[in-house]
């Protein structure tokens, strides 16, 4: 029976190992690909009528300051948005390509910097495809992927944040490693600035960060001995301190005020009533996030990057550490791997307790607000996978293993994360044709009114055009409640719509 892998072996799993990242680049890169070409066939809707009627009208600043004073109090999420519309509709439609392109870069470093710590040589190829990959289910993995990566209005106020989340935590480790007194004030500086952006960005990922910073912050009081400076946590109280002024904005703002009344709490959210429901919501939401098993895709293509990470090391000596690798205390180590189990299980709840609020009992059906404690999840699911993988990989290299096991290990890794890939498929299809066809039948319809518009009409016909369970005009029936229906005509500069 072959032991040990020979040399021969380890070439064979060399080049195995860039086949496999390479095909899974492919079908992750390629289902991302697919979402980012989407966004030339996405329309106004819902929402989107009211931003890009007010980025045009009134400006960044104008847009800004109603939301602050009428809408919701989110100024950060204005200002973004004024941004994205203020060019008509340019900006939605190359929005899904900038969120991938600086997701998968920021995760990609994101990975160096944990394969590093571990003392393991990163491999780029299988961390682009790990970033490919775990963002492929965090878009497509859910019940709402348009509103997740396509539809403006979400992606500002639920996608975007987790991306500068991962960005955040890569100036934090930056911050935290620099020596000298002056780059390290500018970074603690930045800190409170985006966390405050952040508290007026989006009530949702502030939670999850703030508990967050908050876990990492109690684990870096140098009384512990897991963090050698003090460091570490004035970056998360700085974080936690811009987070928390920020959602005093909000909340006192006169947008969020008028906001609360339309809709005012029969019993406190802290009631036994209200958290009992709260806790039912939770369940149901789990419930459906479990039925996904492609979200089990992050671990295994983790696994396979913990597979390949440092394989061109030898392997250790019983006893010994691998050359070049960082010590790691084992109690720093434990409470890495704890950390993300009460922020995603908190998280989660607070995500629910806070939909529940502003929205009632269906609030947690507003899925495009998981994502806030989805990636998290998907994160942690990938390093749990890396941290098994360098595992077995030492493991399977002793001798008296047999030489196909990591091969093995290797094959099934992959295919596992290409069959979550395959689970995408159905849901990325039906999206496309949802898309386009909803396009095509939009730009029809808006030739038609402009036309009209143009010829001095002021009540138009107006057909419904739904997509991603978002509303479109005439939702209700009272006129005067049609929110949607005023800023289509706002946007067309018409006195009234009417439906067709």
Same mark, same amino acid.
């Given at each position: ?49 009211? &931003? ?39 900006? +939605? ?8 392109? &600086? ?62 989340? #991962? ?41 999850? $960060?703030?508990? /967050? ?35 005093? #904005? ?52 983790? +696994? ?43 998280? $989660?709840?607070?995500? +629910? ?42 493991? /399977? ?8 096991? +990591? ?69 209700? $029936? ?23």
């Amino acid at each position: 029976m072959s032991t040990a892998p020979t040399e021969g072996n380890r070439r064979f799993v060399r080049r195995l190992l860039p086949a496999a990242g390479g095909s899974l680049v492919a079908a992750a890169g390629a289902l991302i690909a697919v979402g980012c070409f989407l966004g030339l066939y996405v329309r106004p809707t819902s929402d989107d009528w009211c &931003a890009a009627w007010k980025s045009r009208d009134l400006g960044v600043l104008g847009i800004t300051h109603d939301f602050y004073a009428t809408q919701n109090g989110r100024i950060t999420n204005a200002f973004l948005s004024g941004i994205i519309y203020g060019d008509g509709l340019a900006g +939605v439609k190359i929005l899904p390509t900038v969120i991938a392109v &600086a997701f998968t870069a920021g995760l990609v470093l994101l990975g160096i910097r944990f394969l590093r710590a571990l003392g393991v040589k990163p491999p780029v190829l299988l961390l682009v495809a790990a970033a490919l990959a775990v963002q492929a289910v965090i878009y497509y993995g859910g019940t709402r992927s348009y509103q997740v990566l396509l539809w403006a209005p979400a992606t500002i106020s639920h996608t975007i944040p987790s991306v500068i989340g #991962v960005w955040a935590l890569l100036l934090a480790i930056w911050t935290v490693r620099q020596e000298r007194a002056a780059v390290r004030a500018g970074g603690f500086a930045a800190a409170f600035l985006i966390g405050f952006a952040i508290g007026t960005l989006s009530e949702s990922f502030s939670l999850v $960060s703030g508990l /967050l910073a908050v876990c990492v912050g109690l684990l870096a009081v140098p009384r512990l001995k897991l963090a050698r400076t003090w460091y570490p946590f004035t970056w998360c109280l700085l974080w936690c301190s811009g987070v928390a002024i920020g959602l005093i #904005v909000l909340f006192t703002s006169p947008g969020a005020r008028w906001r609360r009344a339309q809709q005012p709490a029969k019993e406190s959210m802290l009631s036994a009533g209200e958290l009992r429901g709260t806790y039912q919501d939770w369940l149901h939401m789990w419930d459906t996030v479990t039925g996904q098993w492609a979200y089990l895709g992050a671990a295994a293509v983790g +696994v396979l990057l913990g597979l390949g990470a440092g394989l061109a090391a030898p392997v250790p000596a019983p006893g010994k550490r691998e050359p070049g690798r960082a010590a790691v205390p084992r109690r720093t180590l434990v409470a890495l791997l704890l950390l993300p189990v009460p922020v995603v299980v908190l998280g $989660s709840f607070a995500v +629910v307790l806070g939909l529940r609020s502003g929205y009632g009992p269906t609030g947690w059906t507003y899925a495009r607000t998981w994502t806030n404690y989805l990636v998290p999840m998907e994160l942690a699911l990938c390093a749990y996978g890396v941290l098994l993988g360098v595992w077995a990989r030492r493991f /399977l290299a002793r001798p008296g293993t047999a030489a196909v096991a +990591v091969p093995a290990c290797v094959v099934v890794a992959a295919g596992l994360t290409l069959a979550s890939l395959a689970v995408l498929v159905p849901s990325v299809k039906q999206l496309t044709t949802a898309t386009v066809t909803r396009a095509v039948a939009w730009d029809a319809q808006n030739s038609r009114i402009r036309t009209e518009a143009a010829a001095g009409a002021g009540d138009l016909g107006y057909q419904p055009l739904y997509i991603g369970s978002l509303a479109e005009p005439f939702f209700t $029936s009272d006129y005067r409640r049609d929110w949607v229906a005023v800023c289509v005509s706002n946007w067309y500069g018409i006195e009234r719509i009417h439906r067709l």
